[in-house]
């Protein structure tokens, strides 16, 4: 009897704080980094295409929520008290989903085309998207990113591209490292988004 009611108490815990409790693992705060733009822009184009975001590819330790943090150049740790709302590739495909999303030069931008395949494609993979803890006891945020914009009728390679963005956190406490890769997030989104648009012959400073 002793058994069964502790099941039962486990089972009626709150959704996550019961799959910890179950996987004896630490509850962590949930946080989400936001896309630069968020209101819709004209760009006096017309809708020239589909665009869909693949997947982003990521080495293991970054296929994951846990918001990495590197002491130096080979050691690979996590915030013990903060993940990400979703693995770091699927954070990243959201945020340039919604940038792309927002000019008026697609006919539909998403994760997948609406039928057998769209016009473009984005290809990426993340090489870095972690903080880098300096000496001073605080930390830099470093992202990068490889990425392909690719013409899916005959899959030839329209433009490459490698961008970079970083941000300083005055110490590695979760309060002080969100902020930074949000603004390191915002940075690196907006250079990707205007690649793709110049890409496809859009200046993306003159949308409005």
Known sequence: MRLIAAFVLTMTLPGCAALSALQGEPERDVF?????????????????????????????TLDTDRIMIRPNDLQTQYLPDARWGDTVPTTLQTLLVRSFSVYDVF?????????????????S????FNAEVA????????????A???????????????FEATASAASTRTADLI??????GQDLVTQMTSWGLGAM??????CR
């Open 32 to 60: 989400e980094l936001r896309p630069p733009i968020t209101q819709p822009l004209k760009c006096g184009r017309g809708r020239l295409a589909e665009l869909v975001i693949e997947p982003p590819k990521a080495r293991g």
């Open 107 to 123: 006919t539909h931008v998403g994760r997948a085309p609406l039928g057998a395949a769209g016009d473009y494609a984005i290809i």
């Open 125 to 128: 993979e993340v090489n870095d």
């Open 135 to 146: 000496e001073d006891g605080g930390a830099t945020v470093k992202l990068s990113v490889d």
């Open 148 to 162: 392909q914009m690719v013409r899916e009728m005959n899959a030839s390679v329209v433009s490459r591209g490698r």
């Open 179 to 184: 902020p930074a890769f949000d603004a390191a």
């Open 201 to 206: 012959g859009v200046t993306a400073t003159r």
